[in-house]
């Protein structure tokens, strides 16, 4: 129903993973791997699905992942998507990428994550990071897993060439490469960071009282250095199969993260989140089995938010 909306160039950019699209596959291919066992003869009479992360109650374990420009899906954009988040009482991450303003977007929201970008200028992200916890966020989730732009195919075909507002991405330059060649991907990418090391992790903490989340965790020690780091949470992410290709399915990552932790004695001093190929609420229950305190979801929300807005 959302694709009889989209045009070419927003289903494109929605929709696909990056060169063969093999890690986009197989994150739903590796939770159709795992098995559900069941106990029975246990009582069920009374359960709850509330949770809380990072010390905010919220109705059940699945949030709405940082995803870009939900205006190409829905008139209200991320204000839609924030609306429907706080009807559920769950947790919408804000992304980078928004084409509504993250300010703006605050004043709707019940619960305030916001995701970050760290561009190649520090003085421009270290502005952003002031004005995201002016703007009243409590959480934010730094995205490290985009050196580089994912090489996009269809992307690039069908590129979005429309000018992206630079009030919203904190990099000034962005706007006059919005209709360059390479499609959005390449455009979106050209201002981030690409010197990152852990120490940038730090760097962020001395600037903010905000919690850190550190998204696009794909081995588990990079988890252990995570934790070791000081963050309070570890998001598993493959970026949806939209930047490395050939990537193991985020519940098979989150398996051997998990396995590392415990291992360790670790798993208590971080919460840890996965998104990638959670389409049913079978995916979900597997992700909290192997360890997930909480899943994030993309895609999806995208197609409900172009069908039928927020609701």
């Known amino acids: 129903l959302a694709n009889s909306k989209f045009d070419l ?23 159709k791997r795992y098995s559900i ?48 988040a706080n009807e559920v009482d769950t947790i919408f991450c804000m992304s980078t990428v928004s084409s509504v303003g993250f300010s703006e977007v605050s004043k709707t929201l019940n619960h305030k994550w916001k995701q970050l970008y760290v561009m190649t200028s520090l003085n421009i992200t270290e502005k952003a990071i002031q ?33 992206l507002d630079k009030s919203i991405i904190p990099d000034p330059n962005l706007n006059s490469r919005s209709k360059s060649a390479g499609g959005t991907s390449v455009q979106l990418s050209a201002g981030f960071n690409k010197t990152l090391n852990w120490d940038i992790v730090n760097w962020i903490k001395e600037r903010t009282k905000m919690k850190l989340v550190i998204k696009g965790i794909h081995r588990a020690d990079d988890a252990v250095k995570a934790v070791e780091s000081g963050v309070e949470g570890i998001y598993v992410s493959n970026h949806g199969g939209r930047q490395v290709d050939s990537t193991p399915g985020t519940i098979d990552m989150l398996a051997l993260i998990m396995e590392r932790l415990r291992k360790e004695r670790l798993e208590n001093k971080v919460e840890v989140y996965v998104d990638g190929g959670i389409r049913r609420g079978s995916d979900i229950f597997k992700a909290l089995a192997v360890g997930a305190k909480a899943v994030f979801i993309g895609r999806p929300v995208l197609w409900g938010l172009g069908a039928g807005g927020k609701e």
Do not use: W
Not at 56 to 82: D, L, Q, R
């Open 131 to 163: 004005n995201i916890e002016k703007a009243g966020y409590t959480v934010l989730v730094i995205t490290v897993d985009t050196p580089g732009p994912g090489i996009r195919e269809v992307d690039i075909i069908g590129k979005l060439n429309q000018s």
């Open 9 to 31: 160039s927003t289903y494109s950019y929605y929709n696909f993973g990056s060169i063969d699209q093999q890690s986009y596959m197989e994150n739903e291919r590796a939770f």
């Open 37 to 84: 066992v069941p106990s029975v003869l246990v009582d069920v009479s009374n359960v709850s699905t509330e949770i809380s992360l990072l010390g905010e109650k919220i109705s059940m374990p699945i949030c709405i992942a940082p995803t870009a420009m939900h205006k190409y899906a829905n008139h209200e954009g991320e204000v839609g998507t924030a609306k429907a």
